[in-house]
């Protein structure tokens, strides 16, 4: 299995201080695919995303990334994270933003010339990236994860707060690098994203309630669109929570009080 997985997860847990975040979860990421995850705020998407880089503790079980332990020093080139928010320097220029981590990761001659024309920054590649707008910064971002090209590309909610256009253009280019071999998760709370994944990944409370397809999703439901069919598989959750035995539901009621 391993060959046509980029990721794979074994009963992994997570704890934060008194709060169990993830409780065992178990699960693979095919190669080569967009593999969307899902939910609503807080629902423990960037946990499961900070476990697949390596830059998240965890409390116990396994996570294994294109062979290699997560996290392992030998992933540092094959793995790219792109965090919510614009991880770069304000006051350095596109291009300079990018030639410094390319530098950092001895990435080939144009390479910065490469993601710069990827994301569509050609244009404001001299300016500073505390003049661009939100959503340019977030491309500038998204073009440091690609440097190097990376197999494997994680992205936290890249596409929050932008205009439809832009999301549109970016959802485009995960498609060019998903076509050519690359595998990317990304995470989002917007559900009509969820119609452009290959794979979707349906997250609430620390726990993955649907590991399915988009057309299999609306089919299951019975729904025409990707939030109908998320709200129909939550109310599904918490009926199935009713009848889970009560100690199971004191424990997930004292986890979220915690949270909350």
């Known amino acids: 299995m391993m060959n046509k997985s980029a990721v794979e997860i074994a009963q992994l847990r997570v704890r934060r201080g008194a709060v169990q975040v993830f409780d065992g979860i178990d699960l693979a990421i095919p190669r080569g695919q967009i593999t969307g995850l899902l939910g609503p705020s807080g629902c423990g998407k960037t946990t499961l995303m900070r476990a697949i880089v390596g830059v998240q503790r965890i409390a116990g079980g396994g996570v294994t990334v294109l062979g290699d332990p997560g996290g392992s020093r030998q992933l540092r080139h094959r793995v790219a994270y792109g965090t919510q928010g614009a991880a770069v320097y304000g006051d350095l220029s596109v291009r300079q933003n990018l030639s410094y981590f390319a530098s950092l990761l001895k990435a080939p001659k144009g390479d910065v010339d490469r993601v710069i024309d990827e994301v569509g920054l050609r244009a404001q590649s001299g300016q500073l990236v505390d003049s661009l707008s939100g959503g340019q910064a977030t491309r500038v971002s998204l073009a440091v994860a690609l440097i190097g090209a990376p197999e494997l590309v994680v992205l936290d909610e890249p596409t929050v707060g932008l205009d439809p ?77 009713a009848h889970t035995p009560r100690s199971r539901r004191e424990a997930r009621e004292h986890r979220e009080g915690v949270e909350g």
Do not use: K
Request: charged residues 30%.
């Open 165 to 241: 256009v832009l999301r549109a253009e970016l959802w485009e280019l995960f498609r060019r690098l998903a076509d050519r071999g690359v595998t990317l998760i990304v995470s989002s709370h917007v559900m009509d994203e969820a119609v452009r994944c290959d794979r979707l990944l349906l997250m609430r409370e620390g726990r993955i309630i649907a590991d399915t397809t988009p057309s299999s999703l609306l089919a299951d439901t019975g729904t025409t669109d990707a939030e109908s069919a998320f709200l129909a598989l939550i109310e599904r959750d918490r009926s199935d929570d």
